[in-house]
């Protein structure tokens, strides 16, 4: 990851902290179009990107993220752009005359290399060759090991994706596969995903997978939602098995956030085992180690779906509001818990209550920093923050909030101050409750508050 912070005479700095070097507000993609050939045997990538986008102002240059791949070519709106550098894991595309504020304009690059993942406060990340395959693990800036991008989770775009490798391999990508061939000792697979994606949750995954058709369900105002999953062959029965509630957490979480955001849900498992799992836009990926009928499995599959709704389809507009991701999804384990005749979501409230109060207090999770925001502090304590108003103001208004929440910023961006506006508005006349009194001992507060009674 690029060590620089702050302004350029390039391109200012998103003014996000947490992923210095990282995406710009000086324009925004409306469209990313990627034509990636693979080479399996040798890791080769040779990718184009066609990405359209519009001026926030004028712009002399235009900066992409871009890491640990060369870009060999480059146009903008067809022409030759007046310069091309590549600096660290920035790619910047001078242009002349300068583009005005508002104009759309279109960036052609051709690149290629080998990619692999960029080390960060949060380890290795991105590109990921696996015993026989590749997988992307994006977040939160793992998109430019790929493709080049305005990496930044606030800048959502719909995406085309268009991958060659070797034949006898399926490649999965995000959204709906729309065109498959095969030509000589090379396959082709192109998926569309409509609906605004952050880079962070574009993924390629390409090894020897079947798909199989778990189930489908219907989905409030957009037909019906199927589920997936891509597996080995030798993983069929323990994918029967470790996924067979895969459909009846659709159809819960759809009950109490509202429709699920996308079409389908895919899950996709690799040979290899995983240390965690991993999110991005319409689908996720476990390891053949998360298969068990175990809690501790079975608490990550719904997690991961949990995702859909808050943190893919509603995504945080910085990084310090991660807590309304990993959160949620977190508090989603418990709903399922409950749901599923396990431990009830108060009891598991306790649990993680008791866990906390083991561990420092030492941490605000409203505002973690970029070291902590993954750390597990985050998740639960973010949990029992949602817990905390769902005893304030019943389970009614709580869901009606979750449901609104989700309804609201769908495909969109959300903060921590957006939410407790809402839970003000839409919880209105319960009885002394204010969004803000309640959520600031939880989120910036280093001391564990009691537990919500």
């Known amino acids: 990851m690029s060590p620089k912070n702050g302004k350029s005479h390039h391109s200012k700095a998103l003014p996000d902290p947490y992923t210095p070097g990282h995406g710009t507000d000086e324009y925004r993609v409306t469209h990313y ?26 712009l002399d240059a235009v900066t992409l993220s871009l890491a640990g791949l060369r870009a060999t070519k480059v146009t903008v709106d067809g022409a030759k752009p007046a310069k091309l550098a590549q600096r660290g894991d920035q790619l910047v ?52 090991t790929w493709f080049p991008c305005n ?67 219907p989905n409030r105002g957009s037909g019906r939602v199927r589920v997936f999953a891509n597996v080995s062959p030798k993983l069929r029965g323990e994918a029967a098995s470790g996924l067979r509630d895969q459909v009846k957490m659709v159809k819960l979480f759809s009950e109490l956030f509202g429709p699920y955001p996308f079409r389908d849900y895919t899950v996709v498992v ?37 995702h859909q709704w808050f943190g893919n389809s509603v995504t945080v507009r910085r990084w310090e509001d991660i807590w309304l991701h990993e959160g949620f999804a977190c508090y989603a ?42 750390d597990d502090r985050v998740y639960k304590r973010g949990a029992l923050a949602l817990h905390a108003v769902r005893r304030a103001v019943g389970d009614d208004r709580f869901f009606r909030s979750l449901r609104a929440f989700a309804s609201e910023r769908r495909h969109g961006q959300a903060s921590t101050a957006e939410f407790i506006e809402l839970l003000d508005r839409v919880c209105a006349g319960a009885r002394k409750f204010d969004a803000a009194s309640v959520l600031r001992p939880w989120l910036y507060a280093e001391k564990l508050p009691p537990l919500p009674k």
């Open 151 to 217: 990496d930044h989770a606030s800048q959502k775009a719909p995406f085309r994706i268009t991958v060659t490798a070797d034949a006898g391999y399926r490649a999965i990508s995000n959204g709906l596969l729309v065109g498959h061939r095969r030509r000589s000792s090379r396959e082709t697979w192109v998926y569309e995903q409509l609906e605004p994606m952050a880079p962070y949750l574009a993924t390629l995954l390409i090894g020897r997978y079947q798909e199989i058709e778990l189930g489908k369900l």
């Open 33 to 58: 179009d990627l034509d990636l050939d693979l080479k399996l045997g040798s890791n080769r990538l040779a990718g184009r990107a066609r990405i359209k986008a519009e001026a926030r102002e004028k």
């Open 333 to 374: 384990e418990w709903l399922w818990s409950d749901a599923a005749g396990l431990a009830s979501a108060k009891e598991r409230a306790s649990t993680a209550w008791k866990y906390l109060a083991s561990l420092p207090e030492d941490l605000r999770i409203g505002a973690p920093g970029p070291h902590l925001m993954f």
């Open 270 to 306: 690799t040979e290899d085992e995983l240390e965690i799992p991993l999110e991005a836009q319409s689908l996720s990926i476990m390891g053949r180690n998360h298969l068990r009928r175990t809690w501790e499995a079975q608490r990550l599959l719904a997690h991961e779906l949990a």
């Open 93 to 144: 595309v001078a242009v002349r005359p300068a583009i005005p504020k508002g104009a759309r304009f279109e960036l052609d690059v051709r690149y290629e290399g080998t990619p692999r993942p960029v080390r960060g406060p949060w380890g290795e990340v991105g590109w990921e060759e696996l015993d026989d395959g590749v997988l992307v693990a994006g977040q939160p800036v793992g998109a430019p």
